[in-house]
Structure formats: structure tokens, C-alpha cells
């Protein structure tokens, strides 16, 4: 088989050139990284899960009419998308506080937003992701004011869309990050859903106990990874909610 080209290696994830012009392949790692990669470790299966939970969310939106890139799964760790440029804001969407909010506001975790709040970060890792405003965004021309009416519609609907599919299963989405890709037909480009929706970039909290159920366990160190995005997958129905019993072989005469 010939080796794909390697396009990208990013922390949780390596983009390959896909099969077809316009398509990437995206595989997803076992690595966990947090507070700007200074603590680092390989979780085994962590990328199986965000794969298929990526998919889940991503076929769910695309059947909703929120445009994503994502095309199919491929196997276990890899996906095809349509390739996108991705611009440079990490887009938070909040329904409570949690994370830097409550730390920057003073506000206490889990407290009720009274709607919910959008905050652009500038993706530079060097720089840590600074919190950035509109003004800043057009300034430096990183997105127009069209592509953030855009941008701003696509986050409340992919919000509104994760909050129902969560409570349905008896999780809080708290809050969440996605990118969002241009995707270009000839002259015309429109924006979509881009990189990954999983655990890795959402707080997910039980409605009964408030058990956290993504990253959060791995940067806070409060427990196994696996076990919470195995129980997130499991209450989607993504994978089954019973491990596969082996059954014994019978000889037949
Ligand atoms: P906070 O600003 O409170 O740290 O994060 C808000 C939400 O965005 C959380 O759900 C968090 O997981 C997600 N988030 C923020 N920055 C990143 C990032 O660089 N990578 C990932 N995977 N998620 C992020």
C-alpha cells in the first residue's frame, strides 16, 4: 500500500491527505494532553472512543442540517472528512459555569448561566489561546462579520442539538469548544463543523451525582479516563451496554 502524506500532527490527532481531491483522512490518537500539553499521557482506546462519539455527534448534526465535514468513519481510529481551512478561533459555547469562567468570574462551578454565553479563543498554542472579542477578530481579519453571523448561529444550534442529545441520557453539557472549517464548491465556500465533537472538548457532568464524565477526570486526575467516555458511548448507544459475552464453542456432530 502507498503511504499517505501526512499533513498534520496535532495532539490528539494526525490529518492525512485522503482518497479524493478535497478530503482528509483524520485518525485519532490515544494521547491526552492538557493545560497547554505540560501534562501528557497515552490513554489506551481513548481514540477508538473519540472516533466513534465524533461520529455519533457529527451524523447527528449533518441529519439536522448543520454542516460538518465529516463524511464516514473508516475503521476504528479513522474518519474521512472533507478538507477545510480551519480558522483560528477555538469557539466556547456555555450553559454553566465551569472551567475558566468560574475562575476568571468568580462565579462557582455548576452555577445556571442565565443564557448561553459564546467566547472565541485565538488557536495559538504559544500563546495559549487567548481569549480574543469580535473586534479582534475582524481587526485582524481572521474571520468577516458574515462568517461570524455564521459562526454564531452554527455554535448555538450545534448547542441546542448536544444539550437534547445529552439530557436524553442523563448528562449536563456544561459546555464545549469546536472549530469551524471553510469548505469551498468552486467560488461559493460556506462554514461547517470542523475538527472533533468527543468528551476531549466538552464538560459532561451526570444530572444525578454530577460525576464528570470528560477530560476533566485526566486534568484533575479523578480517575480513569476510559471508564467515563466507555459510559458516555455507552448511554448514546455508540457501543453496546453490555460487553460481548464469548460463548463457548459447541461441537456439533
Ligand atoms: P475552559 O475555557 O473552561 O478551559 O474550556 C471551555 C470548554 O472548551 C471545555 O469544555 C474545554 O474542554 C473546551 N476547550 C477549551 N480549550 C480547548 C482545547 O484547546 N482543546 C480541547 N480539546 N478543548 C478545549
Not at 490527532?13 to 485522503?18: A, C, S
Not at 480517575?223 to 459510559?231: F, I, Q, V
Amino acid at each position: 500500500m502507498a503511504r499517505r502524506k501526512k499533513i498534520y500532527e496535532g495532539k490528539a490527532k494526525i490529518l492525512y491527505e485522503g482518497p479524493e481531491p478535497g478530503t482528509i483522512v483524520q485518525y485519532f490518537k490515544d494521547d491526552a494532553t492538557a493545560f497547554n500539553a505540560q501534562k501528557h499521557a497515552t490513554i489506551e482506546g481513548k481514540g477508538v472512543l473519540n472516533n466513534r462519539l465524533s461520529e455519533f455527534f457529527m451524523t447527528g448534526l449533518n441529519a439536522i442540517g448543520v454542516p460538518t465535514h465529516f463524511i464516514r468513519r473508516l475503521n476504528m481510529r479513522e474518519q474521512l472528512c472533507r478538507s477545510c481551512e480551519i480558522i483560528p478561533l477555538e469557539v466556547v459555547v456555555r450553559n454553566y459555569a465551569a472551567g475558566s469562567l468560574a475562575k476568571r468570574l468568580g462565579i462557582e462551578e455548576g452555577t445556571a448561566l442565565p443564557r448561553p454565553i459564546v467566547e472565541y479563543y485565538y488557536k495559538d498554542d504559544k500563546l495559549g489561546d487567548p481569549m480574543v472579542t469580535e473586534e479582534h477578530i475582524a481587526a485582524f481579519n481572521w474571520a468577516s462579520q458574515q462568517d461570524m453571523d455564521d459562526i454564531l448561529a452554527l455554535a448555538l444550534r450545534v448547542n441546542d442539538f448536544l444539550s437534547g442529545v445529552m439530557i436524553a441520557v442523563g448528562i449536563r453539557l456544561v459546555d464545549f469548544k469546536i472549530e469551524i472549517g471553510r469548505v469551498y464548491d468552486g467560488d461559493y465556500q460556506r462554514l461547517v463543523v470542523a475538527d472533533e465533537i468527543s468528551p476531549d472538548s466538552c464538560r459532561l457532568w451526570d444530572i444525578e451525582t454530577g460525576q464528570k464524565l470528560d477530560k476533566d477526570v485526566f486534568r484533575r486526575d479523578l480517575g480513569s479516563l476510559t471508564d467515563a467516555y466507555t459510559e458516555v458511548a455507552r448511554r448514546l448507544g455508540v457501543i453496546p451496554n453490555e460487553p460481548t459475552k464469548m460463548t463457548k464453542p459447541t461441537l456439533i456432530n
